[in-house]
């Protein structure tokens, strides 16, 4: 039996994740998963309140950093380069976690439910981090806009990073910002609206 809760948390995603691998999310039950990490299932709904949501824990840390490090960041920034300091920031959370996120990623992609949840936490995040965008003073326009793209170069970093571990998630994240860069530099003007 796990001796801490954080030991019985971390057991049960581990089991959720072996489950959801050899069986499949749909096949999996919330007991298999309690026994499977020495548990009842009352322990379990008592960490998560469903089977989604034991691949997504660290979410609401991850959201609350962010929007930490945006605040944080120096005045004279971009919004672009204010996000790319806040995901620098939050980069270790990542990287320890590296052993659960690989697996968790191939098995988010291959389940409906699952990527349905996925795409509402990206939502919670982004909307978290335009906020903190706003409160710096960037529009509304402007702050949702960086928010969405800049969370899209951070997603990119880390599928590279987990794709080619042999450089870090820091290397991947300034190349991933340095190639929106270059397509943002490289794009065509915008063209004239019907009437201008």
Not at 101 to 119: F, S
Not at 154 to 166: K, L, M, N, T
Not at 180 to 188: D, I, V
Request: charged fraction near 30%; glycine fraction near 4%; hydrophobic fraction near 45%.
């Amino acid at each position: 039996m796990p001796r801490s809760g954080a030991e019985a948390r971390r057991r049960l995603q581990q089991a959720a994740l072996e489950l959801y691998r050899e069986r499949g999310f749909d096949q999996t039950t919330t007991a298999e998963i309690a026994a499977r990490a020495g548990v009842n299932e009352r322990t379990f709904f008592r960490h998560f309140p469903d089977k989604r949501e034991v691949l997504f824990d660290g979410e609401a840390d991850l959201r609350a950093a962010l929007a930490r490090a945006v605040a944080e960041a120096p005045a004279d920034l971009q919004p672009l380069e204010i996000l790319l300091f806040a995901f620098r920031k939050v980069e270790r959370i990542l990287e320890d976690n590296r052993p659960f996120a690989e697996p968790r990623l191939h098995v988010i992609a291959v389940t409906p439910a699952l990527r349905e949840r996925d795409l509402a936490k990206t939502a919670s995040i982004t909307e978290a981090v335009a906020e903190a965008l706003r409160r710096r003073g960037v529009t509304d326009r402007l702050a949702g806009l960086a928010a969405h793209t800049g969370w899209a170069a951070f997603h990119q970093a880390i599928q590279s990073w987990i794709d080619d571990s042999s450089q870090s998630l820091d290397a991947h994240l300034l190349q991933a910002f340095d190639d929106l860069r270059a397509l943002s530099a490289t794009a065509p003007p915008a063209q004239a609206r019907p009437g201008d």
